[in-house]
């Protein structure tokens, strides 16, 4: 069973702050990795994603890959109460066809 | 926007009927992905269609099935519906086997079926 790991939170930051978000994943062959946002009763949208090791910004936002420890992050600089929302880690596993397995996601809550 | 368009919105249903979702992909987009996603969960991956063929299934019983049609829209049916079918049902559509020669392989989502099981 290929895995997704997130921590379900809520985390909570100052507005700001810098959030930290992470993931871990079960399978060393995996090639793409996503990170969206959800806001609550919406669909997911996507932030980010990273496909080789190291880091990708975008903004405020940073997408950190290391595949050799099997886990990918998120880090939002100067955290904004907009920003509170629940964050969707996403693998694209390797094998035939494009499936995505997505963890449970982590809520962020800032606090202005 | 993503250009993933999905129908209806909000649905209610009863116990033991059938239900049909529907999907407009991504223009460009041939590959179209069904997810589940129940209140405090991450989304489930049901099934994806490639070029009107079903390649690829998640732990979901034959009750749901899908169809995927030449201009790449797509279709979930759920028969004999249960309580616990009740969730956001997700549509996805991608580039699909081109995905990796083009540098994107990001699903693009549409907006969901909130799907209400009585």
């Known amino acids: 069973q290929k895995e997704v790991e997130q921590n379900s939170g809520p985390l909570s930051v100052p507005e700001g702050a810098i959030a930290s978000l992470n993931c871990t994943y079960s399978?060393?062959?995996?090639?793409?990795f996503f990170w969206y946002r959800q806001y609550s009763g919406k669909s997911p949208e996507l932030i980010m994603s990273?496909?080789?090791?190291g880091d990708k910004e975008d903004g405020r936002f940073t997408a950190q890959l290391n595949k050799a420890s099997q886990y990918v992050s998120l880090l939002i600089r100067d955290s904004q109460p907009s920003d509170s929302a629940t964050y969707l880690c996403?693998?694209?596993?390797?094998?035939?066809?494009?499936?995505?397995?997505f963890g449970i996601g982590t809520k962020l809550q800032v606090i202005p | 926007e993503t250009g993933v368009t999905q129908s209806p919105t909000h649905l209610i249903k009863t116990r033991g009927q059938q239900v049909t979702l529907r999907c407009s992909s991504q223009?460009?987009?041939?590959?179209v992905s069904w997810y589940q996603q129940a209140l405090g969960q991450g989304p489930q991956f049901i099934f994806q269609?490639?070029?009107?063929?079903?390649?690829g299934r998640g732990n979901f019983p034959p009750r749901f099935s899908g169809l995927q049609f030449p201009n790449y829209s797509s279709e979930l049916n759920v028969n004999a519906l249960e309580l616990d079918d009740s969730a956001l049902y997700l549509c996805?559509?991608?580039?699909?086997?081109?995905?990796?020669?083009?540098?994107?392989?990001?699903?693009?989502f549409g907006p969901g079926t909130r799907l209400l099981v009585l």
């Open positions: 399978d060393r062959v995996s090639q793409s």
């Open positions: 990273i496909y080789s090791n």
């Open positions: 269609y490639y070029r009107e063929e079903e390649n």
């Open positions: 223009s460009g987009h041939n590959t």
């Open positions: 996403a693998v694209l596993f390797s094998g035939g066809y494009q499936k995505v397995t």
């Open positions: 996805a559509s991608s580039l699909g086997q081109g995905a990796r020669l083009a540098g994107d392989e990001t699903q693009y």
